[in-house]
T-cell receptor
Framework: RKEVEQDPGPFNVPEGATVAFNCTYS??????FFWYRQDCRKEPKLLMS???SGNEDGRFTAQLNRASQYISLLIRDSKLSDSATYLC????????FGTGTSLTVIP | GAVVSQHPSWVICKSGTSVKIECRSL??????MFWYRQFPKQSLMLMAT?????????EQGVEKDKFLINHASLTLSTLTVTSAHPEDSSFYIC??????????????FGEGSRLTVL
């Protein structure tokens, strides 16, 4: 069983659309959660941490549901520049990465 | 923000040769760094944890004699792929955790090193 599971997509959405990604994790003792963005052939870059109360950063909203063991990322008003792979990362003492969800925003 | 720098970005080598990849923390000290490998369309897989001043901790299935890790200072860790073969071709990425200041334990990654073994 994988520690972190994500729908790999791809998600192809028009500009301006709202898109949501979910990620489930297997270890209920997981300590912290993050969303990273990875562009093709580049390193992952931190997009945002995910807090228990949920948090928002501009067009991006992250939520954590500990009871159901999933985290989500909502992107509103999608831009072409949002096209990337979004990685769900869970820290259980060691960091575990999802396979990533591919997003393409279409003009 | 914290910066982790990795070098070289790209390397092409002949089968049987060794390749060294450097990972530096530029504005903070990193007692621990992590080395990952990523194959196309796959997730990052942790290879080893590099510990300053002591031996690295390798993940199951990673050959420590093939992937030599040295963490001689608080700002530099190196990964040497010895006797590289085509199946070692991959994207190798280092990272470090940042605590204190604006950091709350997130991972920051180097730019990655794309290795192609002919």
């Amino acid at each position: 069983r994988k520690e972190v599971e994500q729908d790999p997509g791809p998600f192809n959405v028009p500009e301006g659309a709202t898109v949501a990604f979910n990620c489930t994790y297997s270890n209920s003792a997981s300590q912290s959660f993050f969303w990273y963005r990875q562009d093709c052939r580049k390193e992952p870059k931190l997009l945002m941490s995910v807090y228990s109360s949920g948090n928002e950063d501009g067009r991006f909203t992250a939520q954590l549901n500990r009871a159901s063991q999933y985290i989500s990322l909502l992107i509103r008003d999608s831009k072409l520049s949002d096209s990337a792979t979004y990685l769900c990362v869970v820290n259980e003492g060691q960091f575990y990465f999802g396979t990533g969800t591919s997003l393409t925003v279409i003009p | 923000g914290a910066v982790v720098s990795q070098h070289p970005s790209w390397v092409i080598c002949k089968s049987g040769t060794s390749v060294k990849i450097e990972c530096r923390s530029l504005d903070f000290q990193a007692t621990t760094m992590f080395w990952y490998r990523q194959f196309p369309k796959q997730s990052l897989m942790l290879m080893a944890t590099s510990n300053e001043g002591s031996k690295a901790t390798y993940e199951q299935g990673v050959e420590k004699d093939k992937f030599l890790i040295n963490h001689a200072s608080l700002t530099l860790s190196t990964l040497t792929v010895t006797s590289a073969h085509p199946e070692d071709s991959s994207f190798y990425i280092c990272s470090a955790r940042v605590f204190g200041g604006s950091g709350s334990g997130e991972l920051f990654f180097g730019e990655g090193s794309r290795l192609t073994v002919l």
